[in-house]
């Protein structure tokens, strides 16, 4: 006679069995071309997503606090002074399984690893977002045709883990993988803002050695202020799939509505094979991420604004103040 418990225990089993073949499945479910990225996020079964930063709606009332901010800081600054202080500043952290544990691990590391780069630098504002980007190491080898292109697949390969690791040699045989990141405005300060350029790019090569992995700009000096700050905040929010796809190279998706449309009208299913060969089938979207990735991407990043009390978590926050903050004393209890 079977105990309850061994009952319970083999349904338990079978449950867990049977999530791992679903989401198994779902690696390999992906989306048609010109599938809304309402919809996308709609049919990946995490229902907090309308609420993370993949939602539009959601990125631009963030993007407009964040521009807030810039501004209060940074608009009053003449061009000259914008010029020799503010830079825009890129680092790529790690790539990562698509799990949501281990992307909120990666997000942590980068941040521990920025402060440890920023602190023996007095006089550094740093105002950023951190950012998740889904890629595709298949999609990316059969794609890469320019130099930008090449470029990014090179970069990505020289940061996968070696796999020694158990973890990522029993998972080696999948493509995709999450690329950790970081994006932020830095004001260098009044004093030597060039010394400080200097010490601040070398520290940071330093803690993140490899080609192309720390960049740090002057913000367009043909534009005013207001209108740098606008860009900037906008490109913090919008994610690392702005529309939930596989980027071809470093910064924003360059593929419109119009071009999708224009995709689909031109491959007439000749290009990205048709699902079944069912003529009444869409045109399946090879650079699309899967059913499965958008579900990860969307727990990730809900989890991820979710260390804030307002939702902003993601952002990564650096200055004299909490520079100079020490631990507050735990006081005992009066007895």
């Known amino acids: 006679m ?29 989306f048609d071309l010109g599938t809304h990225k309402k919809t996308k996020l709609k049919r990946c079964g995490y229902k907090r997503s309308r609420l993370t930063l993949l939602n539009d709606q959601v990125a631009m009332r963030h993007a407009n606090r964040i521009l807030a901010r810039f501004g209060d800081k940074w608009e009053h600054l ?5 010029t020799k202080r503010l830079r825009f500043l890129t680092v790529l952290g790690s790539v990562e399984k698509v799990d949501v544990t281990m992307i909120l ?28 980007e889904i890629f595709n190491l298949s999609v990316l080898e059969k794609r890469a045709k320019d130099k930008n292109e090449r470029r990014k697949l090179t ?43 200097d010490d601040l790019e070398q520290r940071l090569k330093m803690q993140f050695p490899g080609a192309y992995r720390v960049e740090l700009k002057k913000t367009f000096e043909d534009q005013p202020i207001r209108k740098n700050l606008m860009h900037i905040a906008n490109y913090l929010t919008k ?58 991407l969307a727990e990730s990043v809900d989890k991820l604004m979710d260390r804030h009390s307002r939702r902003e978590g993601y952002l990564f926050k650096w200055n004299d103040l909490i520079r100079n903050r020490t631990p507050r004393r735990r006081i005992g209890r009066l007895k």
């Open 239 to 296: 994610g690392g799939n702005e529309s939930l796809r596989y980027n071809a190279k470093f910064g924003r998706d360059d593929h419109s509505a119009d071009w999708l449309e224009h995709q689909i009208w031109r491959q007439g299913g000749s290009g990205d094979k048709k699902r079944n060969s069912d003529p009444d089938a869409g045109v399946e979207d090879a650079r699309s991420l899967s059913v499965r990735e958008v579900q990860v």
């Open 155 to 197: 970069v990505l390969k020289s940061m996968m883990p070696t796999l020694n690791n158990t973890l990522w040699e029993r998972e080696k045989h999948d493509s995709s993988y999450a690329l950790i990141h970081v994006h932020a405005l830095v004001d260098l300060g009044e004093r030597d803002p060039d010394g400080k350029q």
């Open 105 to 132: 691990g990666g997000v942590e590391s980068l941040e521990r690893d920025l402060r440890a780069v920023l602190k023996p630098i007095s006089g550094i504002d740093v105002l950023g977002a951190f950012e998740i």
């Open 78 to 82: 003449p061009k000259s002074t914008e």
């Open 2 to 30: 079977i105990r309850k418990s061994q009952k319970l225990t083999k349904i338990s089993d079978l449950k867990e069995r049977n999530a791992a073949e679903i989401n198994r499945l779902l690696k390999h479910v992906s």
